[in-house]
Every structure is written in structure tokens, then in C-alpha cells.
């Protein structure tokens, strides 16, 4: 299983930084993201725990489901499915307020389920693809939070 982390510092408010980043429809503001929807609500939020959730990226598909929510400060999820398969364990971003905005920092711990070349294929594929879609996904969260100012 592989860990991998993106961060970033968006020079907006964290209750903004939060909203956006977890409304996931706005990720389609990266052009590397094709489809997002909201198939389930959450418990107490719509992207709350419970939630479940349809990516299309140009990486693949994932169904996702919530699994904590603390707003504005941490949100989890896991990868229930995914085309092509993989194994996660975790999706977690969590949000602190810092001089001049928000840092967040998104982990995910994964693997690509292939026998004796799953370790290799998904430090040297999947590793630089994921972060690579994690970043991107945060300069879109902060050209939007910093363009609304």
C-alpha cells in the first residue's frame, strides 16, 4: 500500500477552502476531470458522512463513500469501487488556517491490486497520476477561491 500527499496553501478563507474541496462537483474545473455526482447524500451534509459519491477522471472511475466529516477542519472517504481496480484504504484531506489562507493537505493510501508488479506499477504509475490529479485539483480550488476576491 502506498502513501501519497499533496499540499497546498489556498489564499482564501478555510470555511471557503473547505466547501469547495469537498463539494466535488467543482472539481470538474480541472481539466483532467470528466464526471462528478452525488448519488447519495450524507447524514447531516450532502457531502457528509454516508455520502457517496461518482468520479469520472481521466485516470479511471471511482465510486467513493464519506466516511467523516468535520467541517471546516478534516473529511475522509474510501474507495468502495473503482475502474481500473485498486485497493484504498484511505482519502483523507484535512484544512488548517494559516497566514494568508488555508493549508490542506490530501492524503490517500492505494494500491493497484496486480500480483508481484502491483508495488512497482503503482509507485512508478499510479503515485505520479494520483498526486498529479490531486494538484491540479487544487490549483482549480485556488484559481476559484482567489478569483472570487
Given at each position: 500500500m502506498e502513501t501519497m500527499t499533496v499540499e497546498r496553501v489556498i489564499a482564501a478563507p478555510i470555511k471557503d477552502v473547505f466547501s469547495w474541496l469537498t463539494t466535488t462537483t467543482n472539481y470538474t474545473a480541472s481539466p483532467l476531470i470528466l464526471r462528478c455526482r452525488l448519488t447519495r447524500h450524507g447524514e447531516s451534509a450532502p457531502y457528509?458522512?454516508?455520502?457517496v459519491r461518482n468520479h469520472l477522471w481521466l485516470i479511471g472511475w471511482f465510486r467513493?463513500?464519506?466516511?467523516?466529516?468535520?467541517?471546516?477542519?478534516a473529511t475522509e472517504y474510501?474507495?468502495?469501487?473503482?475502474?481500473?481496480?485498486?485497493?484504498?484504504?484511505?482519502?483523507r484531506m484535512t484544512f488548517?488556517?494559516?497566514d494568508g489562507g488555508t493549508h490542506v493537505r490530501w492524503t490517500t493510501r492505494a494500491e493497484i491490486p496486480v500480483p508481484l508488479l502491483g508495488p512497482?506499477?503503482?509507485?512508478?504509475?499510479?503515485?505520479?497520476?494520483?498526486?498529479?490529479?490531486f494538484r491540479n485539483i487544487l490549483d482549480a480550488a485556488n484559481t476559484a477561491l482567489t478569483q472570487r476576491r
Open positions: 457528509g458522512v454516508g455520502a467513493e463513500r464519506i466516511t467523516q466529516y468535520d467541517p471546516p477542519y474510501i474507495v468502495e469501487r473503482s475502474l481500473p481496480p485498486s485497493r484504498h484504504e484511505l482519502g488548517t488556517e494559516v512497482f506499477l503503482t509507485r512508478r504509475l499510479a503515485r505520479p497520476v494520483i498526486t498529479g490529479t
